[in-house]
């Protein structure tokens, strides 16, 4: 059963920061291109951040871009968000999405890559990040 799990969320104060794990098992991790998401209470799921199969390739939304870095480590079937300057507007649950379809070229690069309804092949259960005094 393909699994994706995620770990390392919790209660942070602002300006602190966490490192999300997302660990997948029971398929070809590498082949996939991976995407974080996260969604607060009564608000929709969105994309922050997309990392190709090979990291060549990463790409983030501009509310995130300048202190969360995606990363990946293939031979632990792991990936990884590295979030800095927490505010109290990111607090929510974060997912991690995998994908084995489109373009190379288009990989992380093409918006519907940060859209939950473009069909990702597998998802995390998520792990709640919460920024508070």
């Known amino acids: 059963q393909p699994r994706l799990v995620e770990s390392g969320g919790g209660l942070v104060q602002p300006g602190g920061s966490l490192r999300l794990s997302c660990e997948a098992s029971?398929?070809?991790?590498?082949?996939?291109?991976i995407t974080w998401f996260r969604q607060a209470p009564g608000k929709e799921r969105e994309g922050l951040a997309c990392?190709?199969?090979?990291?060549?390739?990463?790409n983030y939304v501009d509310s995130v871009k300048r202190r969360f870095t995606v990363s990946r480590d293939n031979a632990k079937n792991t990936a990884y968000l590295e979030m800095n300057n927490l505010k109290p507007e990111d607090t929510a649950v974060y997912y991690c999405?995998?994908?084995?379809?489109?373009?190379?070229?288009?990989?992380?690069?093409?918006?519907?890559?940060?859209?939950?309804?473009?069909?990702?092949?597998?998802w995390g259960q998520g792990t709640q990040v919460t920024v508070s005094v």
């Open positions: 990392i190709s199969g090979d990291s060549d390739i990463t």
């Open positions: 999405a995998a994908d084995q379809k489109g373009a190379p070229n288009m990989i992380c690069r093409s918006y519907w890559y940060f859209l939950p309804s473009y069909g990702y092949d597998y």
């Open positions: 029971e398929f070809t991790f590498a082949h996939f291109t």
